[in-house]
């Protein structure tokens, strides 16, 4: 769906290229980076550029008109070589040159050197316990910055762009093509000058020309507590810095917790697997747990069975949104001991006789052959 660039600017469609301006000025001044730091009023101001970048363009304001979105990936105002472009007549606006001309609705107009920065991803390991109650963590970034000896402009100090002398500062050229539908006329990105309608004759030494340099820096990044395994912690502007020193994306943190050597976890809560011995399941006993912050003292009720759990309520994991944490669940394995000597397994043996309870004795009962064989004898 597109975008509502007249609304973005709170303008009529109607509206005169000095109005447009006017009502440009005043929401840059408000929602500017350097004036307003909130994060949505960055976001808004990346907004109100894209919204005057198309309306002030004849072309790419007569395609809004017509229900376009020169912005969107192949709605029209890509050529080739530029963003989203991949031939020849590619979206809707190749198909507007092809029809009507490319002069039809007045010149594109140079495409600027200054534009938003891409966002980039970080990955950041952590330890449950640093997940379950927060942490703040350094983290070191490779990205793009301003480059600090030209500012962002891209020219060498005491120099400044020239306009093309190809497209003389229209950023594209035309060309004419006979075909069955007549003759069309076409425009194109400049090739000398990559479109922008001007050229630089003495790049600066340190960001060739580009206005930014790549950089590592260190920051410090707060971890919430109660984040989980691939969830991601955005940093305002802390990512790519654009071409020609454009407005920086934003940084993601994507959090990645590292497995636990007793606990894991699924969601808020947790689950461990402590072992116990037979006798002390059947006659009960008392467990010290240790648990992520405390220790817990619990009761293990005599009876209890083989894969029994027992509740520790908040226990668990801070809840990331709201109050309170989740449980701390321990799975109970009854061991069973593997190797008896005499003594203990006649205890065992009359303990049973006392409980009424049958005790396999195959030495005495004989396998599975030798009672079939006693059947065909005879033998009861």
């Known amino acids: ?198 050229t630089i004759p003495h790049p600066c030494p340190t960001c060739a020309g580009d206005g930014r340099v790549r950089t590592r820096r260190s920051l410090t990044v707060k971890i919430p507590a109660g984040v989980e395994d691939g969830m991601r912690i955005r940093l305002a502007q802390q990512g790519e810095v654009g071409p020609g020193g454009g407005t920086a994306g934003d940084l993601y943190v994507e959090i990645h917790e590292r497995p636990h050597d007793v606990y894991s976890r699924k969601g808020d809560d947790l689950h461990c697997r402590v072992t116990v011995p037979m006798t002390a399941a059947a006659l009960g006993t008392r467990l010290t747990i240790k648990t992520l912050d405390s220790e817990e003292t619990v009761d293990v009720k005599s009876g209890t069975q083989p894969g029994s759990t027992l509740r520790l309520r908040a226990r668990g994991v801070p809840h990331l949104r709201g109050t309170g944490r989740g449980d701390l669940y321990v799975h109970l394995d009854v061991r069973t001991p593997t190797k008896l000597d005499a003594d203990q397994e006649r205890m065992l043996r009359d303990f049973a006789k006392t409980r009424g309870e049958e005790v396999a004795e195959l030495t005495k009962q004989g396998g599975f052959f030798s009672r079939m064989r006693d059947a065909f004898n005879g033998h009861a």
């Open 1 to 198: 769906m597109a975008r509502d660039y007249y609304g973005i600017l709170g303008v009529s469609r109607d509206a005169s290229d000095d109005e447009i301006k006017r009502a440009y000025r005043k929401l840059a001044r408000q929602f500017h980076p350097d004036v307003n730091p909130d994060p949505e009023a960055q976001e808004k101001f990346k907004d109100i550029n894209a919204a005057y970048e198309v309306l002030s363009d004849d072309r790419k304001r007569q395609i809004v008109d017509l229900g376009g979105d020169p912005l969107a990936p192949g709605g029209g105002g890509a050529g080739p070589g530029g963003p989203g472009g991949a031939g020849p007549f590619v979206g809707f606006q190749d198909i507007m040159d092809a029809f009507f001309g490319g002069a039809a609705g007045g010149s594109r107009g140079p495409r600027p050197r200054t534009r938003p920065g891409a966002d980039a991803i970080l990955r950041l390991e952590l330890d449950l316990n640093e997940t379950a109650f927060g942490v703040e963590a350094p983290i070191t970034v490779d990205t793009a910055v301003l480059c600090t000896t030209c500012s962002g402009a891209g020219t060498a100090a005491g120099t400044h762009l020239a306009t093309c002398e190809a497209c003389g500062g229209r950023g594209e050229v035309q060309s004419v093509q006979r075909t069955f539908l007549g003759q069309v006329v076409s425009a194109r990105p400049c090739t000398v000058c990559q479109g922008y309608g001007t």
